[in-house]
């Protein structure tokens, strides 16, 4: 009899990878052993190995509980693609189709079956998972469970009723990318978790290169990011429809292949949409968050924030969606101070949760603004981008990790004391005035002498420090007015937006306390990349990657699936670096398992054979 293989063989088998990454082999023996297992790990880090390397290694057919349609129908078709008979019940099949899918799994035909929540309790569908004999139950996108993660799905509270009926409960494996410990525990306490095996991997992504960047003008910053892309497929990510819409048919009159997601289309059009994306038909996806969870497409060279989202976990994930194949790739947010506006908007009504008392709602907005102020952070921070995510996670990390924006970026340092002390002493008179502060919008128009209407009527004109700063433009007060609340001399009360002195800014108007402000030499993004523009992941590629993407293009067309499914990016540029000339050595690329390899081992060797040919003549 054959020896059955062991979690590495399966991992290479099946999957085509030769390591497990942090955290996997930990979480895959729990559940092999028949433990509970929690698993949280960042966007990318591979999270679904640890559930379906395991269901092919034990008896019985696997449950994956997950949330959304198209994620199951991408998963079963990778899973299909590698040999492993897996199947989807959710609301997307045919009564025909579903009664199919129900025979075979009577028939233990399938070692995986992802299942909808809101399939749960309906169509027999319990009553036939109590009578068969399964090997795990894993929860995929475990925060949807939490009211406290982003995502609140009440219908994955039937899970727990699911359960309980089981006659024998298997193991439970849940995994997420909410790192907070308030989901985490309710994770574990609502699922109901028997002493879980925990794991949290680390939350970095080395191969993301973070950027922010404030254009003047974003339109044009977006064209010209998108230019210097032109050979990837990456995601725009606009705050609102309304912005989904202007963004996409600005990119299409430009000649770019957009297409465009958002709540406000019909089910038909956003599934065409994300299918065009998947299939790598449309190269550019604008969309407002609805788009992503569970996108699994690995292919994804960029990431573009048109506009900044309200939190820091929001934005990690949005983000994350890059490069989760290993290449490198581009996060990039485009910041303007309008974006804060409408944060607060977006935050103050979104009506949700109409269940909440007036308390709870004020605690869930208080706590939204935390979020969105730690946002507004990253965005202006000076310091190393990755090391402010990371700090937020509350990961350990280098000072400087020299691979973002702010580490590559030139700063000048400039002493603005004098600056400092005309604005400070502004908000205070302004403040003894009236009695009471105004916004710093108010304050700069004082400062620059502005005839405004409201400066007039409040006297303000008649105040020593109005047009002490006239001349300079009122963006460039604005900046230094924000350096001061960013370095603590400043505050903006979060309820009414007026701007206040704090005690240290006592130290500037009475002490003489040096300030100074550190400013990017140049943000314009056009302007910083050479033609090089290696440290981003933009540099040329090879001939022979070039005509090994086409042969994944070719077939990926043929067997219509989408081209990732055959080949990972990662997997064909080591295959490129690599050159293979039999297939032992086929077998050493990064990706490819024996099922890959036999499938498609000799059309790629052909290819390579032939393109090394070419050089040498
Ligand atoms: P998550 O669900 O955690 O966001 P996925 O399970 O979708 O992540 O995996 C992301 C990518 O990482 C996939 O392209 C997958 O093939 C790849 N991957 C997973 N495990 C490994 C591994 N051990 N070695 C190399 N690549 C891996
Ligand atoms: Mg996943
Ligand atoms: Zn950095």
Redesign the pocket.
């Known amino acids: 009899m054959e020896k059955p293989l062991n979690k590495y063989e399966v991992l290479k088998q099946y999957f085509g990878h030769s390591a497990f990454r942090e955290g996997q082999a930990e979480l895959i023996d729990a559940v092999l052993s028949g433990r509970d297992a929690l698993g949280i790990m960042p966007?990318g880090g591979g999270?679904?190995v640890c559930y379906q390397l395991p269901a092919l290694m034990m008896d019985g057919a696997a449950l994956v509980i997950s949330p959304l349609i198209s994620?199951m129908k991408d998963q079963v078709t990778a899973l299909k693609a590698a040999d492993v008979s897996a199947a989807f019940v959710n609301s997307s099949l045919t009564a025909e189709q579903m009664k199919a899918v129900y025979r075979n799994m009577r028939a233990g035909k399938y070692k995986l079956v992802y299942v909808a929540p809101e399939r749960l309790d309906g169509d027999g569908f319990a009553a036939l998972a109590q009578s068969l004999p399964l090997s795990l139950v894993a929860v995929?996108?475990a925060h949807c469970i939490s009211q406290w993660g982003q995502d609140f799905r009440p219908s994955y509270l039937r899970i727990v009723d699911f359960l309980e009926k089981l006659p024998r409960r298997p193991a439970l494996a849940a995994?997420t990318?909410t790192a907070t410990k308030q989901v985490r525990d309710d994770i574990a306490r609502i699922l109901k978790l028997r002493t879980p095996l925990c794991i949290t991997t680390g939350f970095d992504r080395p191969n993301l290169y973070f950027e922010v960047i404030r254009p003047k003008n974003k339109a044009a910053a977006l064209q010209a990011l998108i230019a210097q892309r032109r050979d990837k497929c990456g995601i725009v990510y606009c705050a609102t429809r309304s912005g989904v819409e202007k963004v996409c048919d600005a990119l299409r009159r430009a000649g770019v292949p957009a297409t465009r997601y958002h709540a406000g289309l019909s089910d038909e059009e956003r599934r065409q949409n994300q299918e065009s994306f998947l299939y790598d038909r449309a190269a550019v996806m604008v969309a407002t968050n609805a788009f992503g969870m569970?996108i699994?497409k690995s292919n994804v060279g960029f990431v573009i924030h048109y506009n900044m989202p309200k939190s820091q976990e929001a934005y990690y994930q949005e983000a994350g969606r890059a490069g989760r194949d290993g290449e490198k790739a581009n996060c990039t947010l485009l910041y303007s101070a309008g974006d804060v506006q409408t944060a607060k908007f977006l935050i103050q009504n979104s009506g949700e949760n109409e269940d909440l008392t007036e308390a709870q709602r004020q605690a869930v907005v208080q706590r939204d603004h935390e979020r969105l102020n730690a946002m507004i952070g990253y965005c202006k921070t000076t310091r190393c981008l990755r090391g402010y995510i990371l700090d937020y996670f509350g990961q350990a990390h280098q000072e400087a990790c020299g691979n973002c924006g702010n580490c590559r970026a030139h700063f000048e340092v400039k002493d603005i004391s004098s600056e400092a002390q005309m604005i400070l002493s502004c908000v205070k008179r302004v403040r003894d005035s009236l009695g009471y502060s105004v916004g710093a919008a108010l304050i700069v128009r004082v400062l620059c002498g502005s005839s405004d209407q409201r400066v007039l009527a409040l006297g303000l004109d008649k105040l020593t420090t109005y047009g002490l700063m006239k001349g300079i433009p009122k963006a460039r007060v604005r900046e230094l007015a924000e350096a001061l609340e960013a370095q603590g001399y400043l505050r903006t009360d979060p309820a009414h937006g007026g701007v206040a002195l704090t005690p240290s800014a006592g130290n500037v108007l009475f002490r003489n306390e040096k300030v100074e402000m550190t400013t990017r030499e140049s943000s314009a993004p056009e302007k910083r990349r050479g033609k090089k523009a290696a440290p981003d992941g933009t540099e040329e590629e090879n001939g022979l990657l070039t005509a090994l993407k086409a042969l994944r293009f070719k077939l990926a067309r043929q067997e219509n699936v989408p081209a990732y499914i055959i080949f990972s990016n990662a997997g064909l540029a080591d295959m490129a670096a690599k050159a293979p000339r039999n297939m032992s050595e086929f077998l050493e690329v990064s990706g490819v398992g024996a099922v890959k390899a036999s499938r498609y081992g000799r059309t790629f060797l052909d290819e390579i054979a032939k393109y090394e040919d070419g050089e040498k003549s």
Do not use: P, Q, R
Request: no cysteine.
């Open positions: 966007t999270k679904s994620l995929d996108e995994f990318a569970g699994d």
